[in-house]
């Protein structure tokens, strides 16, 4: 699936040549023109990125991610500030109040587009890490509890399906997936393995699908509990 990026801009014309670019760069782009819609959104659609204007209706940028960040789900998600607005006050403003990039108009699209695969990509490495020292700890209480190897099952039990979901990922899946294991963005993936990004995206969704999962973490998690990976 691929990555998620909240739009919150109340500029028809500035709003439609940051989607139509980000779109073609692979993402998924969800558009709000105002604050409280832009909010909802970010319940609804749980992004991975968020890219608000500070003058809005209803809710201003600066509200927005403030409000966002009261929330503990959303308190490390990357956020980049757009605003015509460049003294050094509105900069500081916008740092305090929770963003990552204050990026002043106008800008270049190529430029927002390395930004925001720049703090998509540390996210991901981030949350990998999070995934895999929450695994290391559970395997470590199961190791000690007597429980850190799956019970001997019958055929037709959970962990011959375990066992049968292995043999059924394909060598190009593994590899992706024991790469995705170790905190590899997908173009960091598509770098080692010859890949484009896309490409790369078709072969995690494959995962998600072949495992029955939601998202990245989910499939991580379900790899490493049943040593699908290292």
């Known amino acids: 699936m691929p990555l998620t990026i909240l739009l919150a801009e109340d500029d028809e014309a500035t709003c439609l040549s940051i989607s139509d670019y980000l779109s073609l760069e692979g993402y998924e782009v969800v ?9 909802q959104c970010i319940f609804e659609h749980q992004p991975q ?3 608000t204007d500070i003058a ?3 809710l201003d940028g600066y509200g927005l991610v403030q409000r966002v960040r009261q929330y503990p789900l959303f308190r490390l998600l990357p956020v980049i500030f757009l605003t015509a607005h460049n003294q050094t006050q509105d900069r500081i403003k916008g740092y305090q109040a929770g963003g990552d990039v204050y990026l002043p108009k106008p800008f270049e699209l190529e430029e927002l587009g ?3 695969r720049s703090l998509l990509e540390r996210s991901q490495i981030m949350q990998a890490t999070w995934i895999q020292q929450v695994a290391l700890h559970t ?5 000690l509890e007597g429980e850190h190897r799956l019970p001997q099952t019958a055929p037709g039990s959970s962990g011959s399906n375990v066992a049968a979901l292995g043999s059924a990922l394909t060598a190009r899946e593994q590899d992706v997936l024991m790469l995705l294991s170790n905190g590899l963005s997908n173009a960091q993936i598509g770098d080692r393995l010859f890949l484009s990004p896309r490409t790369v995206e078709k072969y995690v969704s494959s995962l998600l699908r072949k495992t029955d999962t939601n998202n990245r973490s989910e499939l991580l998690r379900f790899a490493l509990s049943h040593h699908l990976v290292g």
Do not use: F, S, T, W
């Open 31 to 39: 558009v709000a023109y105002d604050g409280e819609l832009a909010l």
């Open 49 to 51: 990125l968020i890219i």
């Open 56 to 58: 809005m209706p209803r």
């Open 114 to 116: 390395v930004i925001a």
């Open 139 to 143: 395997a470590q209480q199961l190791a």
